[in-house]
């Protein structure tokens, strides 16, 4: 059994829930005589080589508590992609502040960098217990059921195209569309989640565009006519990283991050919903409005989903046991158990097979056009979202002389 210091970071992107999860660490750490000292990085394995490093021990238990409903990440984030080079700066830093557990809340690359310190700690004889812990909003995450943050902004996107589309009805007359673009670079569950605040065919949205399914120009425009025959508008939906047929993203964006992804959305000049905007008003001259929320979804405390907060605070407390009993290179995962009741519990999966891997939808949950979901997705999604307000909506009986 290692005796030293715990650190704990967060990195990528985050999420409603992402600091339920740093509470977890802290309250469990504190119940093991083992584990001496609790830091946190600021910033991430970025601020961590520069030992930027706070005593979490320091802060008082009422703060603690209050990251349970806190957004945003409040040990501060980073998107540091981890070279080579960085490695032995990274091993310095863990031996001078007598790191034994490390811990990194994150996505797919954050796996990666707590894989590639492990590996290289193990090489150069430096005991140390890595484990990661599961966040992302967009539900991509290899090897969970679903992952911390997304039912918070699964609830986000739900709300926000129901509510969008509600006015979009009402307002037919002015604008025949509406377009809302959701974060998700290589998987579509955070798009297709706005089917679950439907509650009869009319209500939006009409047409899911994830990158699951790569688009044909000809066969969107006549989905696009066929639901505006119907109901005199018509409700869009895409994901951020959707693609043409040919592979080429309908963002039209070349822009690359430090990791070589596409950048999306304000960061890549274009988006996907601009572009699908301007396609809609040549072909038909309609007059329509896109929404692209970016990082709303991130940080929408106000929406946040009670069993994603409870979960995301689990995953932080299994990890920090775990780490104790000696489990190394390792992410904590949500199985879930049972739909009806809704049960869900933890489990683990290596680094290894985590790191860089994304998780698709598969194929049994989108339509057999394309352009929606199954059942089994709306089954799927039902318990992490919580209740779906009810709108009214006038009978519209027309008076008659």
Not at 347 to 354: A, D, H, N, P, R
């Amino acid at each position: 059994m290692l005796k030293g210091n715990l650190i704990i970071g967060q990195s990528g992107g985050p999420t409603c829930v992402i600091n339920a999860s740093l509470c977890g660490v802290i309250q469990e750490a504190k119940q093991h005589g083992e584990i001496e000292g609790i830091y946190g990085m600021r910033f991430g394995i970025e601020g961590f080589m520069q030992k930027n490093i706070i005593n979490l021990r320091y802060e008082d238990e009422e703060t603690i508590k209050k990251l349970l409903d806190t957004p945003s990440s409040a040990l501060g984030s980073s998107r540091h992609k981890v070279k080579e080079d960085d490695l032995p700066r990274i091993l310095e830093v863990l031996k001078k502040f007598n790191i034994r557990y490390f811990l990194m809340i994150g996505g797919n690359d954050t796996m990666h960098t707590i894989h590639k310190v492990e590996e290289y700690c193990a090489k150069e004889g430096h005991k140390i217990v890595c484990v990661g812990i599961p966040k992302t909003v967009d539900n991509d995450l290899f090897g969970t059921d679903h992952a911390p943050g997304f039912p918070t902004a699964a609830r986000f996107t739900i709300l926000s195209v129901k509510q969008e589309g509600i006015l979009a009805r009402d307002m037919q007359k002015v604008d025949q569309f509406v377009i809302y673009q959701s974060i998700g670079r290589n998987a579509g569950w955070l798009a297709a989640s706005a089917a679950a605040g439907k509650e009869k065919e009319s209500d939006a949205p009409h047409l899911i565009i994830i990158p699951e399914r790569p688009l044909n120009k000809e066969n969107f425009l006549k989905a696009v006519k066929k639901y505006y025959d119907r109901y005199g508008f018509v409700s869009i939906v895409c994901g951020e990283g959707s693609v043409w047929e040919d592979g080429t993203p309908v963002s039209a964006s070349v822009i690359k991050d430090k990791f070589g992804n596409v950048e999306f959305g304000a960061m890549g000049g274009t988006s996907a919903a601009m572009v699908l905007h301007r396609i809609i008003t040549s072909e038909f001259g309609w007059r329509g409005e896109f929404q692209i929320t970016e990082s709303l979804p991130m940080c929408c405390a106000d929406r946040m989903v009670e069993v994603d907060s409870e979960e995301a605070y689990l995953v932080g407390v299994q990890a920090v046991k775990l780490a104790v009993e000696g489990k190394s290179g390792i992410m904590v995962t949500l199985e879930r158990k049972s739909n009806h009741p809704y049960l869900c519990q933890t489990g683990t999966i290596s680094l290894k097979e985590v790191a860089i891997k994304t998780k698709p939808m598969p194929d049994n949950y989108i339509s057999s056009d394309g352009f929606f979901v199954t059942s089994e997705f709306l089954d799927y999604i039902s318990p992490l979202i919580g209740k779906i307000p009810h709108y009214a909506e006038l009978k519209a009986k027309a008076v008659t002389k």
